[in-house]
């Protein structure tokens, strides 16, 4: 089980790790269309949407609620959570945000408009929020209500659905024309259209186990062919149906990864383990100070931005973090943890 859990957290930090590497190529791109070790972590997402569906399945079993058992009471308490935990951050920072890039907007890449409109705007269609990689949260909080609505419906009308009806279903709008429309509010269509497939192939993956278990027994085949892929499938050209392969590749890549850091008793992550999520609410803020304000006043070499970029956004945000686990259980510690979901 300890291993078990070692892996999941190490995909956590490994998927965290890509998203901070993603967002340090501001002065690269500047320079160069082309990129392809930023192309080749575009998997980092899908990766974390497909083991939120994962996680969902595995705490359930681990409380031994299955996912249909919830009642209208349960389905409450599990969104309220839920909102806590996403909402609240996203609600907060993204205010605390809005209005000192608003009048620095002349430096952003994405300038937003000092209005109250531009406000209310920024946080109910996340595309166009003041920290624009905070999609993800009030996306994936829309998915834990589909997903918690629909276990209700089918438990409450006693019906079943095979898991691969669910998939294909779910597939359909990467592969075919039929969509959800362009439903923008709290990125309703892009959640359905894109990420719930992740989620619940997450879900079922850990529900069955064992495509898992075929990759934690041939780790290093599976991370070889993989990672071959990954590079091969860079010269095809963009699409959805390769974003889908990619992602998908670039998810078994990472389990292989995951069950060979645990195989051989690695430690060099661990320490960074219970820090992906501070790590993702705040990396924005010293990116942005190292690619915005420093690289506008410095000539400074793309590579060095990039190293600083990635630096000051992974490691910042752990002091951070371990600031605010330090001063948890004092009366401010406690609002801070609150309103950050830590």
């Not at 994962?54 to 079993?61: E, G, Q, V």
């Not at 935990?85 to 300038?111: D, E, G, Q």
């Not at 590749?249 to 645990?262: Q, T």
């Not at 420093?294 to 000539?299: A, G, I, K």
């Amino acid at each position: 089980m300890q291993q078990r859990n070692n892996a999941i957290s190490f995909l956590h930090t490994f998927g965290i790790i890509l998203v901070v590497l993603g967002h340090s190529f501001y002065a690269y791109k500047q320079l160069y269309d082309e990129n392809y070790l930023y192309d080749w972590r575009k998997f980092a997402m899908p990766l974390f949407m497909f083991m939120s569906g994962y996680l969902l399945k595995y705490t359930a079993r681990a409380k031994h609620r299955p996912l249909g058992g919830m009642t209208a009471g349960g389905v409450c308490s599990f969104l309220a959570k839920k909102a806590k935990r996403l909402l609240i951050p996203y609600a907060v920072i993204s205010s605390a945000v809005f209005l000192p890039k608003a009048l620095l907007s002349v430096y952003a890449m994405h300038p937003v408009e000092l209005s109250l409109s531009s406000y209310v705007e920024m946080l109910v269609y996340p595309d166009y929020n003041a920290i624009r990689l905070f999609w993800f949260l009030p996306t994936l909080f829309v998915m834990f209500c589909m997903v918690a609505a629909g276990a209700y419906i089918l438990r409450v009308m006693r019906l079943k659905v095979h898991p691969l009806i669910i998939l294909l279903v779910l597939l359909l709008p990467h592969v075919t024309p039929l969509s959800a429309g362009d439903i923008r509010l709290f990125n309703i269509s892009k959640a359905i259209n894109i990420h719930l497939l992740y989620f619940a192939a997450g879900y079922y993956f850990c529900k069955y186990g064992k495509m898992e278990n075929f990759i934690a027994v041939h780790r290093g085949l599976v991370f070889g062919v993989t990672f071959v892929i990954s590079i091969a499938m860079l010269l095809l050209p963009d699409g959805d149906v390769k974003s889908l392969l990619l992602a998908f590749n670039g998810i078994a890549m990472s389990f292989a990864i995951a069950h060979i850091y645990v195989g051989r008793k690695w430690s060099f992550l661990n320490p960074y383990f219970e820090a992906s999520y501070a790590i993702y609410l705040f990396s924005w803020f010293p990116q942005v100070f190292v690619q915005q304000f420093l690289l506008s006043f410095m000539d400074m070499p793309w590579l060095l931005n990039t190293a600083l970029a990635f630096s000051s956004g992974f490691f910042v945000p752990y002091l951070i973090y371990r600031l605010i686990m330090r001063y948890k259980h004092t009366k401010v510690g406690k609002v801070v943890a609150l309103l950050t979901g830590q």
